[in-house]
């Protein structure tokens, strides 16, 4: 999506949380920062990391990560998280690259 003015995590994030459309990962630092270092995917840009999560993360999960990834970082280490999230690797299949 393209609008005016506004970035494409902006956007993302509008549609996502305004309009309750579940087609969007809004993906910022932490979301681009954060499965990278838990070697869920390797990408350099949020547009790569976008794509990437979408084809490993099922639907139900996209509109909640981008908040769930935030929330977890306020106080929290990449290290702590890491051990948090293993079980929800697991659950998901994802293997790392």
């Known amino acids: 999506m393209k609008l005016p003015g506004v970035g494409p995590k902006t956007s993302a994030i509008v549609m996502t949380y305004g309009h309750f459309n579940k087609d969007y990962?809004?993906?910022?630092t932490h979301v681009n920062r954060i499965p990278n270092r838990l070697?869920?995917?390797?990408?350099?840009?949020?547009?790569?990391?976008?794509?990437?999560?979408?084809?490993?993360?099922?639907?139900k999960y996209w509109q909640m990560l981008n908040n769930n990834f935030v929330t977890c970082l306020k106080g929290s280490l990449v290290v702590k998280l890491k051990e948090e999230l293993k079980h929800v690797k697991n659950?998901?299949?994802i293997k790392e690259q």
């Open 91 to 93: 659950d998901l299949n």
């Open 39 to 59: 070697g869920w995917i390797k990408t350099k840009t949020p547009e790569e990391t976008e794509k990437s999560l979408m084809k490993i993360i099922p639907r």
């Open 25 to 28: 990962i809004p993906v910022d």
